[in-house]
C-alpha cells in the first residue's frame, strides 16, 4: 500500500476574529526548504507539487519530475529529505539530479528559510514513521479580560479555532492513510459530560477517556484569551500543547500572539 506524506507543511495558521489581518510572533522552529511536495510511488520521488515562490520554482523544476537523488544521495521518504535539508549548511545549495520523461537534469538550488510550528513537524514525524495519528482538537480556556465583551464573544473564537484548526490538518495530511481528525460532535458530548467548560484543563481521566470513547491517540489542547496592550489596545495568545493520550507525554507546546 502507497505512503504519502507531507514533504512542505504551511503550519502558520488564521487565529483571531474573522477578516482580521494576523501578525504572528511565536516560537516556530526555522527549517530551511527549497518547495516541493513529494510522493512515494514505486519507491520513486515523484514531485506532486512546487510551491510559488519557492526556490526550486524559480529554478525550473516541475510537477510530475522524478527526483533521481540530492548531493548524490538516493532517498525513499521524505524524512529522510527533511534530515538532509536540516543538517546542511544553511547558505549550502542543493545539488538535485531530476528525471523528467527519460531526460536526466541537474538543478542547483537555494534553500528558503521557513517557519514551522512544533507541533506540525511532531505530526509528520510520526506518520512519517508509520504511526497511526487520531487527532482530538479540544478548544479549552476561551477569556477576554476587556469590559462590554459580546456574550456569543467565546463560542465565535471556539468556532473559528476549531473549524482552522480541522481544515489545516486536514489539508496537510489528507493523503496519509495513518492520519484522522476526531468527529467533533462526539467529542463535544464527552466534554460536556466531563463539563470541561467548567474545569478549563484536560485532566488524566478525560485524557483516556477521549481515546477510549473515540479511538484517538493525540490530543491538541488549545486555550485563548485577549489581554490588554498599552494604549488601550489588546493583544491575542493561544498556546497549542500536542498530547499523547496513552503516555501524557506533550509532544509539542506552541504560542502565538496575535495582534490585531
Not at 489596545?233 to 500536542?242: E, G, I, P, Q, T
Request: proline fraction near 2%; glycine fraction near 6%; charge should be positive.
Amino acid at each position: 500500500m502507497r505512503k504519502i506524506s507531507t514533504l512542505i507543511l504551511y503550519l502558520g495558521l488564521l487565529v483571531g476574529c474573522a477578516g482580521g489581518q494576523t501578525h504572528p510572533e511565536t516560537n516556530d522552529v526555522e527549517v530551511m526548504r527549497i518547495g516541493l511536495r513529494s510522493e512515494n510511488i514505486n519507491n520513486k520521488m515523484v514531485v506532486k507539487e512546487v510551491m510559488k515562490g519557492f526556490p526550486a520554482e524559480r529554478a525550473g523544476i516541475k510537477r510530475g519530475d522524478v527526483v533521481f537523488s540530492i548531493n548524490g544521495k538516493k532517498f525513499k521518504n521524505d524524512l529522510e529529505i527533511l534530515s538532509l535539508m536540516n543538517n546542511m549548511q544553511r547558505s549550502d545549495h542543493v545539488l538535485l539530479v531530476i528525471n523528467r520523461n527519460g531526460k536526466q537534469i541537474n538543478f542547483d538550488v537555494e534553500r528558503k528559510v521557513v517557519k514551522v510550528r512544533l507541533r506540525g513537524i511532531s505530526i509528520l514525524k510520526l506518520l512519517a514513521k508509520n504511526n497511526k495519528v487520531s487527532l482530538a482538537i479540544v478548544i479549552g480556556r476561551v477569556n477576554n479580560t476587556f469590559p462590554n465583551t459580546p456574550a456569543d464573544w467565546a463560542d465565535s473564537i471556539r468556532n473559528t479555532l476549531q473549524s482552522e484548526e480541522e481544515s489545516f490538518y486536514l489539508a496537510a495530511f489528507e493523503n496519509n492513510e495513518n492520519f484522522s481528525i476526531v468527529d467533533r460532535m462526539q467529542l463535544i458530548q464527552i466534554l460536556y459530560e466531563y463539563q470541561f467548560d467548567q474545569v478549563g484543563f484536560i485532566s488524566d481521566e478525560l485524557r483516556m477517556k477521549i481515546g477510549e470513547m473515540t479511538g484517538a491517540t493525540h490530543i491538541l489542547d488549545i486555550s485563548y484569551a485577549r489581554v490588554r496592550g498599552r494604549s488601550n489596545s489588546y493583544k491575542d495568545v493561544m498556546n497549542a500543547r500536542l498530547i499523547e493520550i496513552k503516555s501524557g507525554t506533550v509532544l509539542a507546546d506552541d504560542e502565538m500572539t496575535v495582534r490585531l
